[in-house]
């Protein structure tokens, strides 16, 4: 089982940018693929995520209207863009997974480092 996210970087305040996480090694049928979000001297926040099987997002109210969540059953890649950003975005970018009926996600990517400057 492998999660791997990229498209993290550096941009200006309002920039948009995309983030992309590809899911290897296991079926995502009945999956919930999430992104979350850790800033230094923070704690993990859930941001958004999606049911693998019909496409439902949720998202966290901080990034409504702003964020947009996607997944390509083809490419096995759950996507997130991003516009509109906010210096309150900048973080380490994370995604995981877990079947759909766990609590927790138990599935876990390697960060990816998104900076917005003011």
């Known amino acids: 089982v492998q999660l791997q996210a990229s498209g993290g970087g550096l941009v200006q305040t309002g920039s948009s940018l995309r983030l992309s996480c590809a899911a290897s090694?296991?079926?995502?049928?009945?999956?919930?693929i999430g992104w979350f979000r850790q800033a230094p001297g923070k704690e993990r926040e859930f941001v958004t995520g999606?049911?693998?099987?019909?496409?439902?997002?949720t998202y966290t109210d901080s990034v409504k209207g702003r964020f947009t969540i996607s997944r390509d059953r083809v490419k096995n890649t759950v996507d997130l863009q991003m516009n509109s950003l906010k210096p309150e975005d900048t973080a380490a970018y994370y995604c995981?997974?877990?079947?759909?009926?766990?609590?927790?996600?138990?599935?876990w990517g390697q960060g990816t480092q998104v900076t917005v400057s003011s």
């Open positions: 090694g296991f079926s995502l049928d009945y999956y919930v």
């Open positions: 995981a997974a877990k079947a759909g009926s766990a609590r927790q996600y138990n599935y």
């Open positions: 999606i049911t693998w099987n019909l496409g439902t997002p």
